[in-house]
């Protein structure tokens, strides 16, 4: 099914202001926001159709490729919308760009290496429908781990280090015979790491990370609903 003219949907011509455009926004958007009319797919259809006609007609960029190639230059740029509404790769390139690095690697000087995908992360954040329908940008707080400040991420007790496991001769691993053949495994005693630490760091437990927090700037697009992550 052909799309609708995104000034069609918004009520307005094409030569409307960006006052008009979010006025005209905010008119049909209070109207039939989900959370207005719960269980009504009708009114949900029309607040998506809302929704992403605003998001392209309220910036100017994409405005004016809409404006000079009409669905297919707007739809080309953003890798198009979902049929969810502002559920899909939008969403996960803001979120993604912000948790990223909240948990794992990005420190520098933890005992393991960088690379581990951080875990992921809920966050809920409470915002009215005015904010909802139009978007707004916040702070937020999120849990980390960072390199412990104590150690500087070592593990070890300050003045001592971590010394060469024994048991893998540094390497990580250990060999065995089972049979007529030779397995290798992890090594038990320094799950892999290749190093020991004897003397343990007291604030991180021989971790090398402590738990701390750090404070993140959100931009929520407009036309968000209940329960979108």
């Keep these: 099914m052909a799309k609708r003219d995104y000034y069609e949907i918004l009520e307005v011509n094409q030569n409307a202001s960006d006052t008009e455009i ?3 926004y905010r008119k049909l958007a209070l109207k039939c926001h989900p959370d207005k009319n719960p269980g009504d797919k009708e009114a949900e259809e029309r607040f998506k159709e809302l929704s992403e006609a ?3 007609l309220s910036d100017g960029q994409k405005r004016a490729l809409y404006d000079q190639y009409g669905h297919a230059g707007v739809d080309q740029q953003s890798g198009g919308f979902s049929s969810g509404g502002f559920g899909g790769a939008p969403f996960e390139d803001i979120f993604g760009d912000i948790f990223g690095d909240i948990f794992g690697g990005g420190g520098g000087g933890g005992r393991r290496g960088g690379g581990r995908r951080g875990d992921d992360l809920r966050y809920n954040l409470t915002i009215n429908f005015e904010e909802a ?3 707004l940008e916040t702070k937020i707080q999120v849990p980390r781990h960072q390199p412990c ?3 500087d991420g070592s ?3 300050p003045g001592t280090s971590a010394e060469t ?6 390497n990580g691993q250990v060999r065995f015979q089972q049979g007529f053949f030779s397995l290798t495994r992890t090594c038990p005693d320094c799950n892999g790491e290749g190093k020991k630490i004897s003397d343990p760091c007291k604030k991180c437990r021989g971790t090398g990370l402590t738990r701390g927090q750090k404070t993140l700037s ?3 697009p407009p036309g ?3 329960g979108i992550r």
């Design 165 to 170: 496991c024994g048991t893998c001769s540094g």
């Design 155 to 157: 593990g070890a007790k």
């Design 22 to 24: 979010k006025k005209a």
């Design 149 to 151: 400040e104590t150690c």
């Design 133 to 135: 329908a139009f978007g």
């Design 218 to 220: 959100l931009k929520i």
């Design 224 to 226: 968000v609903e209940s």
């Design 54 to 56: 605003y998001a392209v």
